[in-house]
């Protein structure tokens, strides 16, 4: 009989120890085996265990929750099992496939960023039954033949990641996504996992319906994140680089993330800044070589800070992220949720500092007709369309719109069925009854960017009002004690971003740590917490 050599996993010696303890499930031994922990998170146990049944789910959870997992056991769990997984982002796929490497598992990815060869040769190896996971951008769907061959070798799950940008009622919906409940119902009688950690009731039902899931067993919970302290402080534009640099100077607070609502601007704050502290930039605009040399000095601690757009944060696992700062207004509660909570997923108390003024808006407002122009731009692009004309870029020229208005206008009329790609590859009229759907479209992102210009003025605890937002009805809601609307009243929670002191913060910093441990004797209280963040001991001592 031949030998087979087998790569040796990490949790080898576990396997061997609870073999004998399988039980009927084997949910819980798969999760000890092949993850190698101990427990499911809070809710884990019951979506693995929908989706190793087969059922249809929909997982919406915060960022840091573990939704990767809920599809990779049940994959594990079924023999002979195999997972196609749609996906983003390059960086977001390179990391899951290392991760289940890392495991013993077997897992490929089709990308722009690999040649020819190399997605053949994974492509090979899914015909072959070599592979139980295979990870693709959703664009990859749309490549002549490619649906073809999944469905000659279907896979037994699909999981769609990051799946609110289906919907066009989400906040960062995208025209790719949009057809992938047509192209996956060829792949029947898979059953499909969701996951997202941002989506409101109305996108919840939109990701149902969009993916003609059947009877989808649906999951929200856990928006509550009782280690990050909400705080929001008015604070003009000319002021918040001071405010920025007062903050970076309290190691406590380090490593930050900075979000900026520019290109310009997150280049121009890390530049005045990089003499005093270890910063960088990160915007979608930057040579790809150079936003990777970014994200991985940030992710081996090598920066302090990474001042970013939104381009930067989806599927980034750093977990000891202290600080996130918003250094103007979010465009939506949804996007400012997701992006605070990269923050803190150690368990350890963090923060999410948000510097607003009105003026903020007049920025908002002009990313807004950006990416959702106005109905009479629409009606004009509409119309050369109709005359036959298809390049973007003699639309431009001649309405006089910038060329990205003009590339937004046309990938709106596609997606509400205004126009549509021919076979050579040109923008044809497929329809007349476009406008009434756009319209609402338009209207529910204005509704969206005026609910997240009042947050900073609603006077109720912060992180009630985003779980609510997100309808989570498992919440035992209640105040979270650490926001700054709940600790208005005590000297910590009322002292403004530039004047408070290094007492100060290191103060507030120890309320957060006893709400988030509760009973902690202070001897266990500092070799438990604040030998991780470095803190001198006779400063704690003398705090407390």
Not at 20 to 29: M, V
Not at 375 to 386: I, N, S, T, Y
Request: proline content about 4%; some cysteine.
């Amino acid at each position: 009989m031949s030998s087979v050599n087998f790569r040796r996993h990490p949790c080898s010696e576990k396997r061997l120890v609870v073999m004998s303890e399988r039980s009927s499930s084997p949910i819980d031994w798969v999760l000890k085996t092949t993850f190698c922990f101990d427990e499911f998170r809070p809710r884990q146990r019951e979506v693995c265990l929908s989706a190793w049944r087969g059922n249809d789910v929909l997982l919406v959870m915060p960022t840091g929750s573990g939704k990767s997992l809920c599809y990779q056991l049940p994959t594990v769990a079924r023999q002979d099992s195999r997972t196609l997984v749609i996906s983003p982002l390059i960086a977001l796929i390179e990391d899951q496939v290392a991760k289940l490497a890392a495991l013993g598992l077997s897992a490929g990815r089709i990308h722009s960023g690999l040649d020819r060869a190399q997605s053949n040769r994974v492509c090979q190896m899914w015909r072959e039954g070599q592979l139980q996971f295979l990870f693709v951008a959703p664009e990859r769907l749309g490549v002549p033949g490619f649906m073809s061959f999944l469905e000659n070798h279907k896979p037994s799950l699909v999981a769609i990641d990051e799946a609110h940008c289906i919907s066009m009622w989400g906040h960062d919906f995208r025209s790719e996504y949009r057809s992938l409940g047509e192209r996956l119902a060829r792949l029947r009688p898979a059953n499909f996992v969701a996951l997202t950690a941002t989506a409101t009731p109305d996108v919840q039902k939109d990701i149902v319906s969009q993916l003609r899931m059947k009877q989808p067993d649906i999951f929200i919970h856990g928006f509550r994140r009782d280690n990050i302290a909400i705080s929001i402080h008015k604070i003009f534009p000319e002021q918040r680089l001071e405010a920025l640099a007062s903050i970076l100077e309290d190691r406590l607070r380090l490593p930050c993330l900075v979000y900026a609502p520019t290109r310009k601007i997150a280049e121009l704050t890390a530049a005045k800044l990089e003499e005093r502290f270890s910063i960088k930039a990160f915007h979608a605009g930057m040579p790809p070589d150079e936003r990777r040399n970014v994200q991985s000095m940030f992710m081996r601690g090598d920066l302090d800070a990474v001042v970013a757009t939104n381009a930067f944060g989806m599927g980034i696992d750093k977990s000891n992220v202290r600080t996130v700062v918003h250094l103007a207004a979010s465009g939506s509660l949804e996007a400012y949720y997701q992006e605070i909570g990269r923050a803190g997923r150690d368990g350890l108390p963090s923060r999410a500092i948000m510097m607003h003024a009105a003026i903020d808006k007049k920025t908002l407002d002009f990313f807004l007709e950006q990416n959702y122009p106005q109905p009479a731009v629409m009606r004009r692009v509409f119309e050369m369309v109709e005359r036959g004309t298809s390049n973007r870029e003699y639309i431009s020229e001649e309405l006089g719109l910038p060329v990205e208005l003009a590339r937004n206008a046309l990938e709106k009329l596609w997606v509400h069925g205004g126009i549509c790609l021919s076979e050579n590859g040109q923008w044809v009229v497929d329809g007349l009854e476009w406008e009434d759907s756009y319209q609402k479209q338009r209207y529910h992102r204005q509704e969206q960017l005026l609910k997240a210009l009042s947050f900073p003025d609603q006077k109720t605890c912060r992180m009630g009002y985003l779980v609510e937002h997100f309808g989570d009805h498992t919440d035992k809601s209640e105040q979270c004690g650490i926001c700054d609307r709940c600790l208005s009243s005590s000297r910590a929670g009322a002292s403004s971003l530039v004047q408070m002191s290094g007492d100060d913060s290191a103060a507030h910093d120890l309320m957060l740590m006893l709400v988030a441990f509760q009973s902690k004797g202070s001897g266990q209280l500092y070799r438990e917490v604040f030998e991780k963040l470095n803190w001198d001991r006779q400063k704690y001592e003398t705090i407390t």
